[in-house]
């Protein structure tokens, strides 16, 4: 594990709930992770978590303070610099995905390197990841593709997760972001590795498993978008999926941050995406699909999801709203 | 420019031709920028351009020290050291894409510095990339992609640069590696680019130019490579190419360093690579065969050729044998 766990959460004064959204997905995913929260004065977030102080946080096992909130105006203020000096000093390590590296502040560098703790900003790659070598692994994996950036992907392989656990499958969410990384303790932040090594570092993340066992593998950009797409193909190629599953979010009007950019279909992004894994491995299928229907009403959502699997011919569900259960089941 | 040019190549003590490969490229491609070339006892290669002093070499005036020679046992010998000590104390830039960097060597760094010259690995970054923003570009530019890796992309490209000058159509070879970069004195190393900033290097590589003007982009990689694919995506979506070139080595039994995976056919290749430029260059079209029959007699390579010609109906060359004449002229 990269990260130590329990985990403090951090919210310093978040202006609102969105500001906390890595906070909020410790707590929604890893619950287990958490022993309390840290709020200062002016913060609207409540993850309803016991409020500790850093020494009870330390008395009840804490072993990294994260920081799970959005700093504003770029810089890392000094109410909240005082709070990690505190943590580091109490013996916690700290975690932090802010552009602004934990690791830039000389107060915290040098009090972590007296105290021998670990100050970890997962936006940079903590590991020298091989270049990938192509052989098969053991163990099975799934890999959530997109038509476009953030439509769902790391939640659908959340909640897939979550679902198959209930069945008792066992399964791992393989992080590749920063935020998935945080949630997890563990992970690549694939954007951020130089890229001869990108496919290296996907099976590094991957690696051989019991037969059964499944890595539910968090996608990343979409083959469709100009800005990312090498990162989705090197994922494409490291993970060797032995199954797809293809996410959309149906009411974007152009590829995110690309206008005149129009999504690709879902029948476009499946021929794309199962052509190309099947360089790595000729037994990948397409197994559904996932829509992130938050944008419609319940009605406009049941009528949209009904529509999509009947033209597809596979399983498609809103893991928010309805689980990811038949996903699972369409696993086996 | 990157490199200023004119060059001293330096060849050291290569032990064979084939370890000056770099500097036989430069002496090829740009004859004009060569000064002449810098050897030491026991080298084995010859560029038959005059030898010359760092002093002559200045004299006729050499701005940089390009390193053409592969060094052995991943050291930089104290021999080449004084060299290079001598350059720059002479007053030239030295430029390399050896993996031991120049800057790493304390003597060499601390004369850089007092003297005001550059140290350039050009297997280093030497600048800020920006995100890709898919924004369509005047000019034209046109990407030669492989069945695999080292098939000759980068010479197919500067084969095609030169035949595009003889018939006085604007053209720029577009280096995306050192070998490129040390020939052209410019470019950009993009297996060492970080991920996110992969696409937006290429754009930056490429940028608006005059509406006959051609780009003709260095391809990396394979979109069939699980190793470096996610590089030749980038390579396409960044280029967002108007014309294809595929390449092909005919000999080969697998892909590059992957035993066991085969090559792609020239059809995948051709459907794959332009169903994925068309989604950022709509206009996108494969103009044109590259073949390395190196491995081939004459015979077998006229056969092979037309062969490849008649099955995929486009102009099919070695650009070695026979020049990429016929290439430029499908650039039209």
Redesign the interface.
């Known amino acids: 594990m990269l990260l130590k766990t329990p985990y403090l959460l951090f919210l310093g004064d978040a202006a609102d709930p969105l500001a906390a959204k890595v906070a909020q997905g410790i707590k929604d995913w890893r619950p287990e992770h958490c022993v309390g929260q840290f709020r200062q004065p002016g913060c609207n977030a409540d993850m309803n978590i016991p409020d500790l102080s850093i020494d009870e946080a330390v008395q009840k096992g804490a072993k990294t303070l994260v920081v799970g909130v959005a700093n504003r105006g770029g810089v890392i203020s000094d109410s909240w610099l005082s709070v990690f000096e505190e943590a580091l000093n109490a013996g916690m390590d700290i975690a932090s995905g802010l552009h602004n590296l934990l690791v830039d502040e000389p107060r915290l560098k040098a009090l972590a390197e007296k105290n021998g703790r670990a100050l970890i900003d997962v936006r940079v790659p903590q590991h020298e990841y091989p ?4 052989v098969k692994r053991k163990g099975k994996r799934c890999l959530a593709v997109g038509t476009d950036c953030s439509v769902g992907k790391m939640y659908t392989a959340m909640a897939l997760e979550q679902s198959m656990k209930k069945r008792g499958v066992p399964a791992t969410f393989r992080a590749t972001g920063q935020t998935g990384i945080l949630i997890t303790g563990n992970g690549i932040p ?7 090594f ?3 570092s996907v099976e590094w993340l991957t690696p051989d498993n019991d037969d059964n066992h499944w890595d539910l593998i968090e996608g990343q950009g979409s ?2 978008h ?10 494409i ?2 993970g ?1 999926p032995d199954a797809l599953i293809l996410c959309h979010e149906p009411t974007r009007e152009h ?1 995110r ?2 206008p ?2 129009a999504l ?1 279909s879902l029948e476009a992004l499946r021929d ?1 995406a199962l ?2 894994a099947q ?2 491995n000729p037994e990948c299928k397409v197994v559904g699909i996932s829509v992130n229907t938050a944008a419609l009403s319940e009605e406009e959502a049941k009528t949209y999801l009904a529509d999509v699997e009947t033209k597809m011919g596979l399983p498609t569900v809103d893991p928010f709203r309805d689980s990811a259960d038949r996903l699972a089941d369409a696993l086996k």
Chains 1, 2 share one sequence.
Do not use: C, E, K, Q
Not at 131 to 134: K, M, P, Q, R
Not at 190 to 196: E, K, T
Not at 226 to 235: D, E, H, K, N, R
């Open positions: 270049i990938a070598n192509g694939l954007d951020a590795v130089v890229a001869d990108m496919a290296g083959l469709f100009a800005s990312y797409s090498g990162v989705t193909l090197a994922l190629h490291g060797a590829m941050g690309l005149g950019y690709p794309m052509s190309l360089v790595v």
